[in-house]
């Protein structure tokens, strides 16, 4: 389909290994935005990119969080040295953004469900 | 602390009731959006309130925006089992570019 699409959907792993998770956002779209959706704490604001602008990191828990946004379209997260809190749903969201205040809506993926052993 | 506060957090209602979920903020935001989520998916939109007072009706669910633009309601009338599902509001402050902070959510359950 022509809809967000996040990579893996599921990742299990060991405690302080590195991850890293892929977001494929609409194509055409020049706005992405990572979210972490933990129980009982609603969707956590994580990263923003828009278009050749720098991002807004302001979002990011640790500097053990870190994303690229290559040529515009394919995202990566990366959780490095990974702790058991850091276990969540990482949900990815594009929009078609065209001005500062423009309300167009997120078109979120499916999520990856990121679980620290 | 929430910048958004949603009430209630959890739901379960028989089917045919009506239901209403409320959004508060102490911030102004130049439009506010719903959106729901079912599990293993991302959330879906389902729509956006712009102007104070404004009110968006979609078949059986009904958006309210506060006439101040610092609070959102829902009603759902004679809920089906279909419409079981965390239900998110999200806000975009004014002033601000598009970065937009959601609420902790309503878990809403119909039972048939």
Partial sequence: ?117 | TQLLEQSPQFLSIQEGENLTVYCNSSSVFSSLQWYRQEPGEGPVLLVTVVTGGEVKKLKRLTFQFGDARKDSSLHITAAQPGDTGLYLCAGVLSGGYQKVTFGIGTKLQVIP
């Fill in chain 1, 1 to 117: 389909g022509a809809g967000v699409s996040q990579s893996p959907s599921n990742k299990v792993t060991e405690k302080g290994k590195d991850v890293e998770l892929r977001c494929d956002p609409i194509s055409g779209h020049t706005a992405l935005y990572w979210y972490r959706q933990s129980l009982g704490q609603g969707l956590e604001f994580l990263i923003y990119f828009q278009g050749n602008s720098a991002p807004d990191k302001s979002g990011l828990p640790s500097d053990r969080f870190s994303a690229e946004r290559t040529g515009g379209s394919v995202s990566t997260l990366t959780i490095q040295r990974t702790q058991q809190e850091d276990s969540a749903v990482y949900l990815c969201a594009s929009s078609s953004n065209h001005d500062r205040l423009s309300n167009q809506p997120q078109h979120f993926g499916d999520g990856t469900r990121l679980s620290i052993l």
